[in-house]
């Protein structure tokens, strides 16, 4: 005769549960690589499938932070025109009138910019950098895909056009 413990029941019911638990973690990884697998064939097939440094072109990069750079270049030029208004009568050789800046940041999980810097640039003004990133740093980009921050550097050209070059 088979008895039945609410003892052995409940052990039962909570074996099935854990199980039940655990196979839902583990669909959920599972789901996750695969659309993580999906996102890098797909950052492999766009753009060539390699940025300059060799590495997987970002789609987020080349796309949604592209875009806000380019939405936002007038107030990079703000800028720049402040600088060169300040400058415009100096004969020090050392003021550059045009060159790049390389800029970094990172674009937190809600598009908001974290720490925006100065990486490399040859203009010696303080004030022109602060106001580069004082802009930057208002800026709200997309959310990055899967919710990660995203690294950001971007080359900033800068030419002037008084002096008839475009």
Known sequence: MIRFDFKNITNLLMIAVAALVLGL??????RMNRMENRYMQAVQSQQGGL????R?????????VKNTVVKHSGEILSCY??????NKNSTDPNILKEGPVIMDWQVDEDG??????????????????SCLIKKISAWRFP?????VKKYVEHTFKFQDDENGKK
Request: zero cysteines; aromatic letters at 14%; hydrophobic letters at 40%.
């Open 25 to 30: 973690f583990a669909s959920m990884y599972i």
């Open 51 to 54: 940025d300059k440094a060799g």
């Open 56 to 64: 997987p072109a970002d789609p987020y990069l080349n796309g949604p």
């Open 81 to 86: 025109r402040e600088y060169l208004e300040r």
């Open 112 to 129: 908001t910019v974290v720490s925006p810097a100065v990486v490399r640039s040859g203009f010696q003004d303080a004030l022109f950098h």
């Open 143 to 147: 959310e990055p895909p899967f919710g």
